[in-house]
């Protein structure tokens, strides 16, 4: 029970830098040499408070410094779209904003919204439906709004209180956030995974796989659908838990608690093209892998990139590389891997292990690109290196292009 409400407790402050407070201001003034054509955008971490937001030609820098960044909270979500970077304040503030790359590769703020007065929100995870239409999920409080990417004005909210799950996976309780994280929009329909969570303390899901089916063009709600064999759907960071494939078949992450859910497995659950459920035949555990680290085994798969064929590149959290006492500022615990969804099978990339907060990746340039905090350098590795191509002035929480 220790463990496992510790794991909640320390991974989830990891990932949002729970403890921090940042400046949502305008650009640093400085100098530094990111190169002339700047299409690739980082979010560095320096602790819990302090981060720095920079964008870099990511094909011809070795190295970025934060001289010409921005300083945000370390945990802020960051997404590139339509040529402008995106922010979310996680869980340190409820603004979201959007900012355009100056001649000198700095930043300016062109616009800002506080999408809840009341705070609490956890802006955390864009998904863009086009130059005017946005779905945000506020996890902190069981909404979904629709927001337009031209000026960050809200549009639309969404009450999201009537598909809470309690333990048992029934709605109708007392709880009434389902948590809604990040999703994927398939045929003109987005497909939003809702967490069901008991809190943000302990982590502990409700006994169901649990996602909402939403009409794009509408807004309307169109299903809800569960599943028992896991739970926990979705990541509710800003990193994406649904792989869509060229079959067009939807694979979805399920972290069950960090892998901790009583008589629950982590693992991947499927929506085949043309159906709108869960497919019955398919569920591809990750705890039942066995795997060449210490103690064999893994919790749960975090980061994640679909790269077609079947082929998912992700990280996964390996208990046996954690320390006695858990130390989730200096453990090196996520271990870089290929997931074959297909034959639900994993394949350890010669890489280093990672920290929790620096495991994000994303296809640059048809490559996979790893964000990393190891034991000997922090940076941006391609998959497969011992090293890193770009380092970085402090860790590299989450990377986007746009």
Not at 77 to 100: F, L, R
Not at 173 to 195: C, H, M, Q, W
Request: net charge negative; charged share 20%; proline share 4%.
């Amino acid at each position: 029970m220790w463990m496992k409400l510790t794991l909640g407790v320390l991974t989830l402050s990891m990932i949002f830098a729970l403890l921090g407070c940042g400046d949502d201001g305008d650009s640093s003034k400085g100098s530094s040499d990111t190169g002339e054509n700047p299409d690739l955008a980082v979010m560095i971490r320096i602790d819990d408070t302090t981060g720095f937001l920079s964008v870099l030609d990511g094909s011809s820098v070795t190295e970025l410094t934060n001289a010409n960044g921005t300083e945000l909270y370390s945990g802020t979500a960051i997404y590139g779209y339509n040529g402008y970077i995106y922010t979310g304040g996680s869980m340190d503030n409820d603004n979201i904003a959007k900012y355009e790359v100056q001649d000198d590769n700095s930043l300016k703020r062109v616009a800002q919204t506080n999408v809840y007065e009341s705070g609490g929100s956890i802006p955390t995870s864009f998904t863009f439906v086009n130059e005017t239409k946005a779905y945000l999920p506020l996890a902190g409080i069981g909404q979904l709004i629709v927001i337009n990417p031209t000026d960050l004005s809200i549009t639309k909210r969404i009450d999201l209180s009537a598909y809470a799950m309690d333990t048992n996976g029934e709605t109708g309780g007392s709880d009434t956030n389902p948590e809604p994280g990040d999703g994927v929009i398939r045929d003109g329909k987005f497909y939003l995974g809702l967490a069901q969570i008991d809190s943000f303390g302990t982590y502990a899901c409700a006994g169901k796989a649990s996602v909402l089916i939403i009409d794009v063009e509408t807004d309307e709600i169109l299903k809800h659908i569960t599943d028992d064999r896991t739970c926990a759907t979705g990541v509710l960071s800003p990193n994406p838990g649904f792989a869509l494939d060229e079959n067009g078949d939807i694979y979805l992450n399920n972290t069950a608690s960090w892998g901790y859910g009583a008589g629950l497995s982590a693992g991947f659950l499927r929506i085949k093209n043309g159906e709108d459920e869960f497919d019955p035949d398919y569920f591809f555990s990750i705890n039942d892998l066995t795997l060449d680290v210490p103690g064999g085994v893994s919790s749960y798969a975090y980061t994640s990139l679909y790269m077609g064929n079947g082929q998912l590149y992700t990280t996964l959290f390996i208990p046996g590389l954690t320390s006695d006492s858990p130390d989730y500022v200096n453990d090196r615990n996520y271990a870089p891997y290929v997931l074959d969804l297909y034959n639900q099978t994993a394949t350890k990339l010669d890489m280093p292990a990672t920290a929790g907060w620096a495991t994000y990746l994303i296809n640059y340039n048809g490559e996979v690109v790893y964000g990393m905090s190891t034991s000997d350098a922090t940076g941006l590795y391609k998959a497969g290196a011992t090293e890193p191509y770009i380092t970085t002035e402090g860790s590299p929480y989450i990377l986007t292009a746009f």
